[in-house]
């Protein structure tokens, strides 16, 4: 499904969003708030020397019904451009697609292993590498929430500026209402 950019004037004037679920659009049911965040850093000269970096930050709160609330919620944690998300999601990004081959090879090795019976060393203790298995099957069970939330996510905030922010939506019908309840914030659609 084709997802649509929308850049939109921060001001102090709030955004308006259409009564019904940015997932499904379904109008009729309770509504709850799913909050999305951005963060840019900002580092000058000064703040160079010092080591520091400043964040201006901008969270929003898009209403979805109570059937995607919950995934609506970890999506968009998953895919929120601040300090901890974004660290997770380079992580799982560089870790997942190795994850994929060193399974592969350690699972061959096992292989090998069992069938030459060496898989103990005797006194009932294992040759293999468990907490590196863990950590694999941790990188591989992120990316895949990675990739999850991509796809899952209904609002996403992609950019912001000193004057605007630009969101993702998902659903292409509630973009259509989100536009023309904000008009006169719209900047490109």
């Excluded at 649509?4 to 049911?29: F, M, Y």
């Excluded at 992609?158 to 008009?183: G, I, K, M, Y």
Aim: charged share 15%; net charge positive.
């Amino acid at each position: 499904m084709p997802r649509t950019r929308i850049k939109v004037l921060t001001t102090d004037q709030a955004l308006r969003w259409p009564k019904e679920c940015a997932h499904c659009c379904a109008s009729g049911t309770a509504l709850r708030p799913v909050q999305a965040g951005i963060a840019r850093g900002r580092m000058d000269a000064l703040d160079a020397v010092r080591g520091r970096v400043r964040f201006s930050t901008l969270a929003l709160h898009y209403p979805v019904c109570q059937a995607h609330a919950q995934q609506a919620t970890l999506a968009s944690w998953l895919m929120r451009k601040s300090p901890l998300p974004t660290l997770l999601r380079a992580w799982f990004w560089f870790t997942g697609p190795q994850v994929l081959l060193f399974v592969l090879l350690a699972l061959a090795g096992l292989g090998l292993a069992l069938i030459k019976g060496s898989t103990s060393n005797g006194h009932g203790s294992s040759n293999l590498p468990w907490p590196l298995l863990a950590l694999c099957l941790v990188s591989a069970l992120g990316w895949l929430a990675v990739l999850w939330a991509r796809v899952r996510v209904p609002v996403r905030l992609v950019r912001l500026e000193d004057d605007a922010v630009t969101l993702d939506l998902s659903n292409p019908r509630f973009a259509r209402h989100f536009v023309r309840a904000n008009e006169d914030l719209i900047v490109s659609a």
